[in-house]
């Protein structure tokens, strides 16, 4: 067996300790070490000195000076001591460092499964960490990655991400934000991956379904009009009472849904709850909206305003009230709404005109329960106490009011309408179709009355009037009053000397034609009138009276019929 | 001037001759809700026309009274009329 001689080869040392100093000799008197290690061996001093930095320096043992000391840099070296261009050779303790990528390339084995980590561990009372940082003198593609491969498919993904804005991307999946929310918001991904903050949190009051139904939740009705768009539709998921100034302003095409809730609004100023301000289609569902806080009959303070004549609002199933003055303010195409008002349940205001169809508004005391100027309404209801039930300077269509001690409907004209008072007018206005009932009121007056009836139990079923095919009855008073009379039946139920069919309380012609005049005292008169008054009447039946015709009344008509049968009246 | 006065529970409701509402105000009469008033939803003062009365109306549905009573001038005691005349000059208006 030969002998084997090992031959270590030779490998260049470098000194492990590095000392910084300030001068451009460190033999220099003065100079300041850190860390102050001065005269050692293994050591290398580096000057910081502006004129000789980089410059580096060992301790000579022998003649305990410090020299210059310069090693040769090979053409490629893996790790420099840092702040140096010093290859770290075998140096294994040193700070190092290296310019270009390092590779770190390791086959998991035993349980190990990774190529390499970094790892800080403080000493106690000491912070630790683990800094990567890039630098970059443009910030467009300055970013820190780190990639997932796949060998299998040779597909790279990027797993953690942050963009030079400093925003986190995770998976190639979805991207952070770079910046904070404010309070209550929360992180909302649009299904792009692009995630934001929005207001609202995993639960509210308010919200707004996505196409996926996948709410964002508000903490008040401000925040989610505010957030809504049109299409969207805010639900409301508990009552809710605002104590301050708070106006919400509808959106076009934003629907809100209430879910059967309430919502009050109690401050003693003049905001409104509702207001509707552009044209549009506005649809409320389901819902409850009260205007309340304020001295009962104050003007001012709507439950829903609006300035637009030609907006369209849809309320299926919404309850407005107001507890001190009006319900609905102002104008807009109106359907299906339910209002309730101290004062007045709808008043179309100044400037924007309502037309209303298949509605109920409501006056609890004095107000009306409609109005509407110059416009329409369609199938709905009016109802005041005090108050006119609906007043409509325009056209009314199948529609009814009530009221109890004032007119139940007046308008320029009625058409399939109930008007019924207590001891107001039933109707007011000329008719046709219509039914005016009152009980101690006129169950119509003014006007022309079409097809209609008109009945009042203790007063004129009709007053200045003209009444065309219509059936006029008055229980305990005279029939009519200063009416004209075509074509139509009036009765008198009243058992008195004084239950005429007609009266007038001055002079003027009246017309009673093709008619049945019936009364109950035969005492009475079917037609009687003001004491020498010229009235015109042909072709009429009379019943119960033993003189039909007030021997005081004179006959206007002087021609004779021809033969035809044919009369100028 | 006040032509009808109609009391609907404790407020009474004044119209002229053309039964143009006039205005409403409280009843207090004590003398007079003792002589006339008993369950009626409306009770009505004709002051001359069609003639100078009382009605009373009960069980109103959608206008219309399930019955009534009327009491003429002409037909109320010393006392009654009194107590009508009395209603009539203190709240005409």
Same mark, same amino acid.
């Given at each position: 067996m030969g002998t084997h001689i090992k031959i270590k080869p030779y490998i260049p040392t470098t000194p492990s300790e590095i000392v910084e100093f300030d001068t451009t000799d460190p033999n220099l008197g003065g100079t300041i070490f850190t860390p102050d290690i001065q005269g050692a061996t293994n050591t290398l001093y580096i000057s910081r000195d502006p004129s000789t930095i980089g410059q580096t320096w060992v301790w000579n043992t022998t003649s305990n000076t410090y020299e210059t000391y310069t090693v040769d840099v090979p053409d490629s070296t893996p790790f420099w001591l840092y702040g140096t =261009? *010093?290859? !770290?050779? +075998?140096?294994? =303790?040193a700070f190092i460092q290296r310019n270009g990528p390092i590779f770190i390339n390791s086959a998991p084995s035993n349980g190990s499964r990774y190529a390499g980590y970094f790892y800080s561990r403080a000493t106690s009372g000491q912070g630790s960490g683990v800094l990567i940082r890039k630098d970059s003198r443009t910030t467009s593609g300055n970013y820190l990655l780190i990639q997932g491969h796949d060998f299998s498919t040779n597909i790279s993904v990027d797993k953690l991400k942050v963009d030079h804005n400093g925003k986190l991307s995770i998976n190639d999946a979805y991207t952070l934000p770079n910046v904070g929310g404010t309070a209550g918001q929360v992180l909302t991904d649009d299904g792009a991956g692009n995630v934001t903050w929005q207001s609202g949190g995993s639960s509210g009051i308010f919200g707004i379904a996505n196409a996926s139904g996948v709410y964002t939740y508000y903490t008040t009705l401000t925040l989610a009009m505010t957030a809504a768009v049109s299409g969207d539709t805010i639900e409301i998921f508990a009552d809710v009472e605002e104590t301050g100034s708070v106006t919400i302003t509808l959106k076009d095409g934003v629907k809100i849904n209430g879910n059967g809730h309430t919502y009050i609004l109690s401050v003693d100023d003049a905001t409104n709850a509702l207001t509707m301000s552009s044209v549009g289609t506005y649809d409320l569902y389901n819902w409850n909206v009260k205007r309340t806080g304020r001295t009962a009959g104050t003007t001012t303070g709507y439950t829903f305003y609006s300035t637009q004549t030609s907006a369209k609002i849809n309320f299926l199933g919404v309850n407005l009230e107001n507890t001190f003055g009006t319900c609905y303010y102002g104008g807009g195409q109106i359907k299906n709404a339910y209002g309730v008002g101290y004062l007045n349940g709808l008043y179309g205001g100044t400037g924007s005109y309502p037309v209303v169809h298949n509605s109920y508004f409501e006056s609890t005391t004095s107000g009306t329960g409609m109005y509407v100027p110059y416009t329409n309404i369609y199938n709905s209801t009016g109802v005041s106490n005090s108050g006119i039930g609906i007043s409509c300077n325009g056209n009314v269509f199948e529609s009814m009011g009530i009221s109890v001690s004032n007119t139940g409907i007046q308008a320029q004209r009625m058409n399939k309408c109930i008007g019924i008072s207590t001891s107001g007018k039933g109707l007011h206005g000329g008719s046709r179709n219509c039914t005016g009932i009152s009980t101690s009121g006129f169950g119509g007056a003014s006007g022309d009355f079409y097809n209609s009836t008109l009945i009042s139990s203790s007063n004129y079923g009709l007053s200045g009037a003209n009444a065309y095919n219509c059936s006029v009855q008055s229980s305990t008073s *005279? !029939? =009519? +009053?200063s009416c004209s009379i075509y074509n139509s039946t009036i009765r008198c139920l009243w058992n008195n000397v004084g239950g005429h069919c007609t009266i007038t309380f001055a002079l003027g012609l009246r017309e009673i034609v093709n008619s049945i005049l019936e009364v109950t005292n035969s005492s009475a008169y079917c037609i009687s009138a003001y004491v020498g008054s010229t009235w015109k009447y042909a072709n009429n039946s009379f019943k119960g009276a033993t003189i039909p015709i007030n021997p005081s009344l004179i006959q206007g008509i002087t021609n004779t019929s021809d033969s035809q049968g044919n009369i100028l009246i | 001037m006040t032509e009808k006065f109609d009391i609907i529970g404790d407020v009474t409701y004044r119209y002229d001759s053309d039964m143009e509402a006039q205005d409403s105000v409280a009843f207090s009469d004590a003398t007079f809700e003792s002589t006339f008033m008993d369950t009626q939803d409306l009770l009505t003062i004709n002051v001359s026309q069609p003639i100078k009365r009382i009605m009373k109306f009960y069980n109103i549905e959608m206008g219309i009274p399930e019955s009534f009573t009327e009491l003429d001038y002409d037909s109320m005691t010393a006392e009654q009329k009194s107590a009508l005349d009395n209603f009539i000059t203190a709240n005409t208006i």
């Open positions: =261009t *010093i290859d !770290a050779g +075998s140096n294994k =303790t *005279i !029939a =009519t +009053s | -």
